[in-house]
Nanobody, 123 residues
Framework: QVQLVESGGRLVQAGDSLSLSCAAS????????MAWFRQAPGKEREFVST????????YYAESVKGRFTISRDNAKNTVYLQMSSLRPEDTADYYC????????????????WGQGTQVTVSS
């Protein structure tokens, strides 16, 4: 069982940068691929980024590529999402997720989810 707690979400201005964290508790964090998804009001949850258990493989949604960076620190059981050049369309609740095995862009393949952290980008 893995518990995930996101933090770092807040109100920012367009063009600002923001870093989200996801702290994991439970055994064998280093065996899990981790991902960030987001859900805007009235929209479906969408993939943002994922990172393999070792950190050597990452994927990004096209909408965030070049602006967001995912990373992890297995010694701290934490995964990060560094966001820059934020846009109003990045406004959403951001969720951290974990799964055993290879990283995936598909939310149904993730076994564990955090409660989310809210990011609001004003224009």
């Amino acid at each position: 069982q893995v518990q995930l707690v996101e933090s770092g979400g807040r109100l920012v201005q367009a063009g600002d940068s923001l870093s989200l964290s996801c702290a994991a508790s439970g055994p064998a964090f280093g065996l899990y691929s981790m991902a960030w998804f987001r859900q805007a009001p009235g929209k479906e949850r969408e993939f943002v980024s994922t990172i393999s258990s070792s950190g050597d493989t990452v994927y990004y949604a096209e909408s965030v590529k070049g602006r967001f960076t995912i990373s992890r620190d297995n010694a701290k059981n934490t995964v990060y999402l560094q966001m820059s050049s934020l846009r109003p369309e990045d406004t959403a609740d951001y969720y951290c997720a974990a799964r055993r095995g290879r990283p995936s862009t598909l939310s149904p393949l993730y076994d564990y989810w955090g409660q989310g952290t809210q990011v609001t980008v004003s224009s």
